[in-house]
């Protein structure tokens, strides 16, 4: 299972969640990539590190391989198609985002381009355009009825896939 997603739209949040209802493992690209350093420069800009997405890609490959693996990274055009069988796009208003983000400290151009980038739905595209389109699916973040609300549209998946595939 893949969320990618804006910043700030909950991925951390049902991520984890997931993982611990559906006893499946759980990444953070960012807090693996900070923990191995897999990095490739910092960008001035935005204030960040540059992933290396060969490294990152060659760190999960064997967790990967085994399964039962939830991944949450804003960014996908990187990762292996064969890795996931189904992709969550989480979608949060605009303004509850702005809201979001701001709490953590962005401002300026990071900010305004992390609304953007929800408003003109760029990861869900980029999800399309990198796999196959029937495993990739929109789901609401904005309250926390949402989130149990995916978080049971998703188990229920989860089992199905469970039945179809043992």
């Known amino acids: 299972v893949w969320f990618p997603g ?13 993982a611990s209802r ?11 990539a900070k ?6 420069g910092f960008d001035e800009e935005y204030g ?8 990152v890609v060659d760190e999960l490959e064997d967790r990967m391989s085994q399964g039962g693996v939830i991944v949450d990274y804003h960014g996908c055009d990187f990762f292996p198609e064969r890795w996931f069988h189904i992709v969550l796009v989480l979608r949060t208003e605009n303004s509850c985002l702005y809201d979001r983000l701001e709490s ?3 401002t300026g151009k990071k900010l305004q381009d992390n609304i ?3 408003i003109f739905q760029t ?5 399309v355009l990198s796999y196959k389109k029937e495993i990739v699916h929109q789901l609401p973040s904005n ?9 049971d549209q998703i188990m229920q998946w989860i089992e199905q896939w469970m039945k179809d595939n043992n």
């Not at 804006?6 to 997931?18: A, D, Y």
């Not at 990861?123 to 999800?127: C, D, Q, V």
């Open 48 to 55: 960040c590190p540059i992933l290396d997405e060969d490294r």
């Open 6 to 18: 804006t910043p700030g739209v909950g991925k951390t949040t049902l991520g984890k969640e997931l």
């Open 35 to 40: 923990e191995g350093e897999l990095y490739e």
């Open 123 to 127: 990861l869900y595209e980029e999800a």
């Open 104 to 106: 953590r400290g962005y």
């Open 143 to 151: 309250t926390p009825e949402d989130l149990e609300r995916n978080l």
């Open 22 to 32: 559906a006893g499946l493992s759980y990444v953070n690209v960012g807090d693996l």
């Open 116 to 118: 953007q980038c929800e």
